[in-house]
């Protein structure tokens, strides 16, 4: 399982960047994306998603 | 570069005049720089002197002369605040946390070097945002100070936050130099706080209600506390909500007095609903400029308080009240090539300003006595909207100004008071007629303008307005001028010719800098 992020809504502001235990956001052409293969969901590291929980614009949702 | 610059075109005056001949210097009794206005030297801290006087936000005088940059290399925030929305990026706009173009460390620095090039008058480097300059770690915002430390050693710096990371960041703060930092504090009571802030990410973890307006505010106190142990200066900036917090701005300002902030700020709410933020979508009005002034009166004494702020955007460059933004997009930046690093139009600029001066509190203190002794104390103080370019002269046309600066004379003097902008915005084809309402609507409680030159059409309009249009003082300075009209107006007063125009009020507009009125 994985998030992802709703390209649309993001307004590019790197919040999420900077929260992700994984390095699983990167910026890529203008937007943030997330590489499912490395997110975890944040589990086992932190009770919620920390992208989820930091992003302004509530774009960061389960994949 | 082989352009000279001339200091009468950066000050942008007909003619540099000495200030007043026939100021009876001696009779003051010191020296010029160490007496004089609330403002001066004379009650402050030689080495908080040294460090405000050239800062546009934190001097009111020096925002006459000075200029600031905003680079928007901080877009990531920690907080939701109700007033603002970063998605919405018009750049017809102007408010904190808007901006056109964000810019890494590098692209910012380049910038910076330019623009210093081109404006003399910059003394000042922000990292205002757009979101929040410690957000995300600050890796951004430390990472500019510290090349822009290297390169361009004579600039001041400085940071705005909301101070959720502050205390963790202090060390860093004072590390790299920064020696001015502001902190938006719209509150001291969590109950007030949670009407203001939905939530806060923090300790890796989305907080809302009572428990994120708590820590918020602890850490807000912590963080200027820990800053003023340090020496360094703290501006607390507060946006008035009407219904929110206008009454509860009282106790911020105690609050912040009593923890060592060295200014207070007090702006008005901006609120729209086609910026969409939450404020503006539920119809939350900002406050009517009597509303926002009686806040600002009855903090006097309390914190000092600033009332030149203009409500930045997040990428501002220039004097207070412009933007030269569009001059220096990424773009024109890149096509400039190489920047190198060359202080000297800037230094000859300070002395320039050091030496106009110099010479003006005692011409202030002049014309106060000389008042005071004619008119005594009897008559109420009057506001004054003028029209100027900077320098503390009356040197815009009425036609081309984009704001108007508002000052406060009476028998204790002259004093700025606020700004009221007059420019139109997204608004496209508005005729001459609204044009002229907006400026009438924006200082309808102003008895006089002041202006360098003015049309017959307009300067009838504002007559049967009751605002009187003044340009016998053209180019002359502004504070003067307003105490010899003010003598004048009171003997007017006393022979019955006029009458007071008391129980007005104007509007706050909060449109774009950008957009120049014709
Ligand atoms: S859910 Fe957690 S691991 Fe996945 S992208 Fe978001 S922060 Fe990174
Ligand atoms: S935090 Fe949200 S808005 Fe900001 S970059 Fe990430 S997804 Fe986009
Ligand atoms: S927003 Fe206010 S404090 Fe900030 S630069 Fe503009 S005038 Fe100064």
Redesign the interface.
Same mark, same amino acid.
């Given at each position: 399982m994985a998030y992802k992020i709703k390209s649309a809504e993001c307004t590019v502001c790197g919040a999420c960047d900077a929260e992700c235990p994984n390095m699983a956001i990167s910026l890529k052409k203008g937007t943030y994306v997330i590489d499912p293969a490395k997110c975890t969901e944040c589990k086992g590291q932190f009770d919620s998603p920390q992208c989820a929980a930091v992003c302004p614009a509530d774009c960061c949702v389960p994949a | 570069m082989g352009n000279v610059i001339s200091l009468d075109s950066i000050l942008g005056v007909g003619e540099l005049k000495a200030p007043a001949e026939s100021t009876p210097v001696e009779s003051s009794g010191c020296s010029s720089s160490s007496c004089g206005s609330s403002d001066g030297p004379a009650d402050m801290d030689p080495a908080v002197w040294d460090k405000v006087k050239n800062h546009p936000c934190y001097s009111e005088e020096a925002h006459h002369y000075f200029a600031r940059m905003h680079v928007a290399v901080a877009? /990531?925030?920690?907080i939701?605040c109700n007033y603002c929305n970063?998605?919405y990026d018009c750049s017809n706009e102007s408010r904190p946390g808007v901006v056109s173009e964000?810019l890494t460390p590098d692209q910012a620095i380049k910038k910076i070097l330019a623009v210093a090039q081109d404006i003399p008058q910059l003394s000042v480097i922000g990292i205002a945002g757009p %979101?929040d300059s410690l /957000?995300? %770690?600050a890796?951004n915002t430390f990472a500019t100070f510290e090349h822009l430390q290297k390169k361009a050693p004579d600039l001041k710096l400085c940071l705005s936050t909301n101070g959720l990371a502050l205390p963790d960041n202090v060390d860093r703060i004072a590390q790299y130099n920064i020696d001015h930092v502001t902190i938006t504090i719209n509150m001291v009571d969590p109950e007030v706080g949670a009407q203001i802030y939905p939530w806060i990410?923090h300790k890796?973890?989305?907080w809302t209600g009572l428990d994120a307006a708590k820590i918020l505010h602890e850490h807000q106190m912590l963080g200027l506390e820990m800053l003023t142990a340090r020496g360094i200066l703290v501006k607390v900036n507060s946006v008035m909500i009407p219904g929110v917090n206008d009454e509860h701005l009282l106790a911020v300002n105690k609050a912040v007095k009593a923890r060592g902030a060295f200014l207070h700020n007090i702006m008005p709410l901006i609120s729209d609903p086609a910026h969409g933020t939450h404020f503006g979508l539920t119809g939350q009005r900002g406050p009517t400029a009597q509303e926002l002034k009686v806040v600002q009166d009855a903090c006097e004494g309390g914190a000092k308080l600033m009332r030149h702020c203009r409500q930045c955007r997040a990428d501002a460059v220039g004097l207070l009240g412009e933007d030269r933004g569009d001059e220096f997009t990424a773009d024109k930046i890149e096509a400039m090539g190489e920047i190198g690093y060359d202080d000297e139009a800037r230094r000859t600029y300070r002395e320039h300003v050091e030496a106009e001066r110099s010479g003006r509190h005692a011409s202030k203190a002049a014309a106060q006595a000389d008042v005071q002794e004619a008119v005594g104390s009897a008559v109420d103080p009057i506001l004054i909207a003028v029209a100027t370019k900077g320098g503390e002269r009356i040197n815009e046309h009425f036609g081309h100004a984009k704001e108007f600066q508002i000052y406060e004379v009476g028998p204790q003097g002259a004093k700025f008071v606020g700004h009221r902008r007059v420019d139109q915005y997204c608004e496209g084809g508005s005729g001459d007629d609204d044009t002229l309402d907006t400026v009438l609507s924006a200082i309808n409680d102003c008895t006089a303008v002041f202006v360098a030159k003015i049309g017959g059409c307009p300067s009838k309009s504002l007559e049967s307005a009751g605002i009187e249009p003044v340009d016998r003082f053209a180019f002359e300075y502004i504070e003067e001028s307003a105490l010899a009209y003010f003598k004048d107006y009171a003997e007017r007063l006393g022979q019955g010719s006029i009458q007071a125009r008391a129980g007005q009020d104007a509007v706050i507009r909060t449109g774009a800098l950008t957009a120049k009125r014709a």
């Open positions: - | 877009p /990531a925030c920690n939701q970063r998605k964000k %979101g /957000a995300a %770690g890796k990410f890796h973890k989305r």
